[in-house]
């Protein structure tokens, strides 16, 4: 990969090397936005864009009467004497809602096969925490309106807004606990699909039997094509809308179609092979830039990653600023009459969803996570303490989207309808509030102390690391790895590029973090070479193959890197500086790091891909600050 040279002296960088790197490449103007980009927590500005639709729809409902005659203006779509028809509410409440409840879909079908929720003992945690924020809020509401017609919209307090409780808890939740965002996101998938369940059995009232049997082909259809590995999205989009009218003429509430299709939405891992296969293609694509060769890029591209991953990549922005928004908007509209506030003040209705919402997921959430814990200890995860559970089951209290649909569905009375919608923006509000008590009396009482492995925990020490360049270099990189071909094909050639790019003003650390047998041998030889000055000599000859590095491959790579071969095979065969690879390990495993390439910028390990441009990014972006 070129980067040999000796144990501790750094070789001449540029040697077969691109002289610049994808992210010089780039225009400074769009690094800089970027930048900017990175700042600003996504999170954070999609609720500051709900929270501002819903003052939006709030002050419009109070200006006059166009609130209501826009969102109950007629809109359809006809071709020849069929058609569909809606006002412009139950679009946005049937058809948009629809895709915000596939993205939620993609989210749980994420979850199932290669999420959280594979791991049992995490998946106990969130699905007994969602199932206490369901029952305990439901049965406080009912506490309230048992008895009246209003009962009937239990179902309002049982969910949980996943953008809004998101963006809240980046700003208002600890910076040290990466795996509450991780457990919240499961919780709310879990309650979304609860709601969704609860909205297709109890607010579904005629059913058309023979539109319902449609539904079933068309989902059977979407199954065949992930069953055929179908990666492209059209077949899946025409099969899902169809699906989505036959679900809406069956009666039962359409949005749940989102879910459904999502569900059946292929996911995997990427595969290395396939990884491979692209970036030969577009290799290919590189010597001859012809149309063809354009399509088979794209094509080899997609297909490396699942669908459902490229999909949830694509849909946030669209879900977050537009969909959500214009929910909003055409939801959370309140005449805020002096007579309709004082009817709300003194409604069952109003203070059953808010005690609901605000206690009942408090208490439901930290009471059930916090039996699992007692009873699974393996369930016990760093940063998920009973004090910020109690801040994650209020912040699930923000049960805004699905809470303004359930009203609608439910509730058919004007007046009722705007006492159940005061109470969803009040309890929405003071659930915020109680997180924000919460986690700030919690971080004062019992702080918590930093995340495992974020921060690099040994210095760098000439006379022991494996490096390439000065210690004294502006930047560093130290990586812990094993010779895995994740390694081999992706990381090694990323920081390849980086360096040559950089060369004596960063640091390349090399440091073993082995999980088998035969990435302990690979170590092994190269702390055989090391012992020889000639550990990046190996190190790049390795990098260089393709396929799997067996014991038979020692006299080829020893003789290719100049070692001395004798001496090699003795150092290797008696596992001669077994102890020096350990010493790593043991770093790795203090840190918990994962089995994967592990990389650490100026001490700080990375987040997000790790791809020469993003790296060069944060190496820059470092260099600016300091």
């Given at each position: 990969?070129?980067?040999?040279g000796?144990?501790?002296?750094?070789?001449?960088?540029?040697r077969?090397?691109?002289?610049?790197t994808p992210?010089?490449?780039?225009?400074?103007?769009?690094?800089?936005?970027?930048s900017?980009?990175?700042?600003?927590?996504?999170?954070i500005?999609?609720?500051?864009?709900?929270?501002?639709a819903?003052?939006?729809?709030?002050i419009?409902?109070n200006?006059?009467?166009?609130?209501m005659?826009?969102?109950?203006?007629?809109a359809?779509?006809?071709?020849?004497?069929?058609?569909?028809?809606?006002?412009?509410?139950?679009?946005?409440n049937?058809?948009?809602?629809a895709?915000?409840?596939?993205?939620?879909?993609?989210d749980v079908?994420?979850?199932?096969?290669?999420?959280?929720?594979?791991?049992?003992?995490?998946?106990?945690?969130s699905?007994?925490g969602?199932?206490?924020?369901?029952v305990?809020?439901?049965?406080?509401?009912?506490?309230f309106?048992?008895?009246?017609?209003a009962a009937?919209?239990?179902?309002?307090v049982?969910?949980t807004?996943?953008?809004f409780?998101?963006?809240?808890?980046?700003?208002?939740?600890?910076?040290?606990?990466?795996r509450?965002?991780?457990?919240l996101?499961t919780?709310?998938?879990?309650?979304?699909?609860?709601?969704?369940?609860?909205i297709?059995?109890f607010y579904t009232?005629?059913?058309?039997?023979?539109a319902?049997?449609?539904?079933l082909?068309?989902?059977?259809?979407?199954?065949?094509?992930?069953?055929?590995?179908v990666?492209?999205?059209t077949p899946?989009l025409l099969i899902?809308?169809?699906?989505?009218?036959?679900?809406?003429?069956?009666?039962?509430?359409?949005?749940l179609a989102?879910?459904?299709?999502a569900l059946l939405?292929?996911?995997?891992p990427?595969?290395t092979?396939d990884?491979?296969?692209a970036s030969r293609?577009?290799?290919?694509?590189?010597?001859?830039p012809?149309p063809?060769?354009?399509?088979l890029?794209?094509?080899?591209?997609?297909?490396?990653?699942s669908?459902?991953q490229?999909?949830?990549?694509?849909?946030p922005?669209?879900?977050?600023?537009v969909?959500?928004?214009?929910?909003?908007?055409?939801?959370?509209?309140?005449?805020?009459?002096a007579?309709?506030?004082?009817?709300a003040?003194r409604s069952?209705l109003?203070?059953?969803i808010?005690?609901?919402?605000?206690?009942?997921?408090?208490?439901g959430i930290?009471?059930?996570t916090?039996?699992?814990h007692?009873?699974?200890?393996s369930?016990r995860?760093?940063?998920?303490d009973?004090?910020r559970?109690?801040?994650?089951?209020?912040?699930a209290?923000?049960?805004f989207?699905i809470?303004?649909?359930v009203v609608?569905?439910?509730?058919?009375?004007?007046q009722?309808?705007?006492?159940?919608?005061v109470?969803?923006l009040?309890?929405?509000?003071?659930?915020?509030?109680?997180?924000?008590?919460?986690f700030?009396?919690?971080?004062?009482v019992?702080?918590?102390?930093?995340?495992?492995g974020?921060?690099?925990q040994?210095?760098?020490?000439?006379g022991?690391?494996h490096?390439?360049?000065?210690?004294?270099a502006?930047?560093?990189i130290v990586?812990?790895?094993?010779?895995?071909?994740?390694?081999?094909?992706?990381?090694?050639e990323?920081?390849?590029?980086?360096?040559?790019?950089?060369g004596?003003?960063?640091?390349?650390?090399?440091r073993?973090?082995?999980?088998?047998d035969d990435?302990?041998?690979?170590?092994?030889?190269?702390?055989?070479a090391a012992a020889?000055?000639?550990f990046?000599?190996?190190h790049?000859?390795?990098?260089?193959r393709?396929d799997?590095i067996t014991?038979?491959?020692?006299?080829d790579?020893?003789e290719?890197?100049?070692?001395?071969t004798?001496?090699?095979?003795?150092?290797v065969?008696t596992y001669?500086?077994?102890?020096?690879?350990?010493?790593?390990?043991l770093?790795a495993?203090?840190a918990?790091?994962?089995?994967t390439?592990?990389?650490?910028?100026?001490?700080v390990?990375?987040?997000?891909?790790?791809?020469?441009?993003?790296?060069?990014?944060?190496?820059?972006?470092?260099?600016?600050?300091?």
């Amino acid at each position: 990969m070129g980067l040999a040279g000796g144990d501790h002296r750094p070789r001449d960088p540029t040697r077969d090397r691109p002289k610049v790197t994808p992210s010089e490449a780039l225009p400074n103007a769009l690094r800089r936005k970027r930048s900017a980009r990175r700042n600003f927590d996504a999170d954070i500005l999609a609720s500051i864009v709900l929270a501002c639709a819903t003052v939006a729809a709030l002050i419009w409902a109070n200006i006059g009467d166009s609130y209501m005659q826009v969102w109950s203006l007629e809109a359809g779509v006809n071709i020849g004497d069929v058609g569909l028809s809606m006002s412009l509410g139950h679009w946005v409440n049937e058809a948009l809602m629809a895709v915000f409840f596939f993205a939620v879909g993609l989210d749980v079908r994420r979850e199932l096969s290669i999420g959280e929720l594979r791991q049992r003992e995490r998946a106990m945690v969130s699905v007994f925490g969602a199932l206490g924020g369901l029952v305990i809020p439901a049965a406080i509401f009912l506490l309230f309106t048992f008895g009246t017609p209003a009962a009937v919209a239990w179902g309002a307090v049982i969910s949980t807004d996943t953008a809004f409780a998101l963006g809240m808890l980046a700003l208002v939740g600890p910076r040290n606990a990466p795996r509450l965002r991780v457990f919240l996101l499961t919780l709310a998938v879990i309650d979304d699909v609860g709601a969704l369940s609860v909205i297709a059995i109890f607010y579904t009232d005629d059913l058309n039997f023979l539109a319902l049997g449609g539904v079933l082909v068309g989902l059977f259809v979407i199954w065949l094509l992930q069953r055929k590995q179908v990666g492209r999205v059209t077949p899946y989009l025409l099969i899902g809308v169809v699906t989505w009218v036959l679900m809406y003429i069956s009666g039962v509430h359409a949005t749940l179609a989102g879910v459904l299709i999502a569900l059946l939405i292929p996911v995997y891992p990427t595969n290395t092979r396939d990884v491979e296969v692209a970036s030969r293609v577009v290799h290919l694509y590189r010597q001859a830039p012809v149309p063809q060769a354009a399509r088979l890029a794209r094509h080899s591209i997609s297909q490396s990653i699942s669908l459902n991953q490229r999909l949830s990549e694509l849909l946030p922005p669209y879900v977050n600023f537009v969909i959500v928004p214009l929910f909003a908007l055409g939801n959370a509209g309140v005449t805020l009459s002096a007579e309709m506030l004082d009817a709300a003040w003194r409604s069952p209705l109003t203070w059953g969803i808010i005690a609901g919402l605000v206690v009942g997921k408090l208490v439901g959430i930290t009471v059930a996570t916090g039996l699992v814990h007692r009873l699974m200890p393996s369930s016990r995860a760093p940063g998920l303490d009973m004090p910020r559970m109690a801040g994650l089951g209020s912040l699930a209290g923000m049960g805004f989207t699905i809470s303004l649909l359930v009203v609608d569905i439910s509730l058919n009375d004007p007046q009722t309808q705007d006492e159940a919608r005061v109470g969803v923006l009040v309890a929405s509000f003071s659930a915020l509030l109680v997180a924000w008590l919460i986690f700030s009396v919690s971080s004062k009482v019992k702080p918590l102390p930093p995340p495992t492995g974020m921060r690099l925990q040994r210095p760098v020490e000439a006379g022991r690391d494996h490096m390439t360049g000065p210690l004294t270099a502006p930047s560093n990189i130290v990586v812990y790895a094993a010779m895995s071909s994740a390694y081999r094909f992706r990381t090694a050639e990323a920081i390849a590029e980086v360096k040559a790019h950089l060369g004596r003003e960063v640091n390349l650390v090399f440091r073993h973090h082995t999980t088998s047998d035969d990435e302990l041998r690979t170590a092994v030889m190269l702390e055989a070479a090391a012992a020889q000055g000639r550990f990046w000599e190996l190190h790049d000859v390795m990098t260089t193959r393709r396929d799997a590095i067996t014991e038979d491959d020692m006299l080829d790579l020893a003789e290719e890197a100049g070692l001395h071969t004798d001496r090699f095979v003795h150092d290797v065969s008696t596992y001669a500086y077994l102890a020096r690879v350990e010493d790593d390990n043991l770093d790795a495993q203090a840190a918990r790091l994962p089995s994967t390439p592990v990389l650490y910028l100026d001490g700080v390990r990375l987040k997000g891909p790790a791809n020469s441009w993003h790296i060069s990014s944060v190496l820059h972006e470092n260099r600016d600050r300091s």
